[in-house]
């Protein structure tokens, strides 16, 4: 088994297990903005989630902000006796990215991950995100001054900006930089979520970190959909330490499954219960969320039986959670009893 380079990390290698207790890689919801807040993150553990969590990408520069840092305060927010995300956060100052990484151990943090692969316009403005691909010295000193806090210190980043090879040099600097984790998008910027991830270029990358420091973790990231599908490519690839799970979850709540069953229709929607229950709890008690984004998941948790559509097609119509719950109350017992899934 790999040694970590901190016990935070060791401690989540040591206890990734699969169902005989043997030694596997561990698994992690990967960060996404505007859902992996602290009610999706609780939902997804009700649904038997990964090892590792990560926050949505908080914006170190507003952290910092004496009146920005309430604009991101959800981001941040975790509830009580909810197991304790990886904060992620993105920058291109190394003033900024060291303030907010000093603020994270009193929030409750105990390792912060760095974006450098966020592909979105306004991001790579601020020369943030994968900009910093294409300015490899920046990177660096945003590692530096992240490591000031303190906390293990990780790196979520792409293969490249442009082109695939790009990889070869990029990846071979933030490897030199110590970090304690290098999770990578088996993607360019440019490929954005289009092409089908690079799983062809994982052997050249495991070898590469072997070569370099043995001890970074690699995580890696990309059109992996569930349990199965990361056991497997980590089966294939030796050496894989951490498979991050994005997208699939929106797909299917229980893809950290380790154990591949049927689930209840009625077991979905107690799912989608909790979600407007843990969103009316945060909108009271931390910050308003907006019940149209709300709308995105119907589709996840109210699929695979008859009259999904239309039961789907009314909560599109809703524009309060007591209206939701109404219509679930009203419809769901008769589908829950005719359930032919
Ligand atoms: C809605 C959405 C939001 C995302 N937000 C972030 C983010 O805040 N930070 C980040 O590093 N990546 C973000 N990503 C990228 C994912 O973490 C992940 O790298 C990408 O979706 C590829 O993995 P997948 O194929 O398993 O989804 C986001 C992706 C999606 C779909």
Known sequence: MRQAKSAYWQKIVDEAKDEQGNPRPFFSMAPMEAVTDTIFRRVVAAAGGPDIYYTEFTNAASMVHPEAKFSIQGRLAVAPGEQMPIAQIWGSKPEAIAGAAKLLPEKGYEAVDLNMGCPDGTVIKNSAGSDLIRHP?????????AKESGLPVSVKTRLGFYKVDEYQGWLETI??????????????????????????????????????????????????????????????????????????????????????????????????????????????????????????????????????????????????TDEVRAILDEHVAELVQNEDR
């Open 137 to 145: 010295d920046t990177a660096l000193a945003l590692i530096d001054a």
């Open 175 to 320: 490897l030199k930089a110590d970090v304690q984790v290098l999770t990578i998008h088996l993607r360019t910027r440019k490929e954005m979520s289009k092409a089908a991830a690079h799983f062809e270029l994982i052997d050249d990358i495991v070898a590469m970190r072997d070569r370099l420091t043995p001890n970074t973790l690699l995580q890696i990231n990309g059109d992996i959909k569930n349990y199965k599908q990361g056991m497997a490519l980590a089966a294939a690839h030796p050496g894989v330490d951490g498979i991050m799970i994005g997208r699939g979850v929106l797909e299917d709540p229980y893809a950290f499954n380790s154990v591949e069953k049927e689930h209840t229709l009625a077991e979905s929607i107690d799912l989608l219960k909790l979600q407007l229950d843990l969103f009316d709890e945060v909108t009271k008690t931390v910050t308003p969320k907006n019940f149209e984004a709300l709308k995105r998941y119907f589709k996840i948790y109210l699929r695979g039986f008859a009259n999904a559509s239309k039961l789907r097609q009314m909560l599109m119509e809703t524009h309060a």
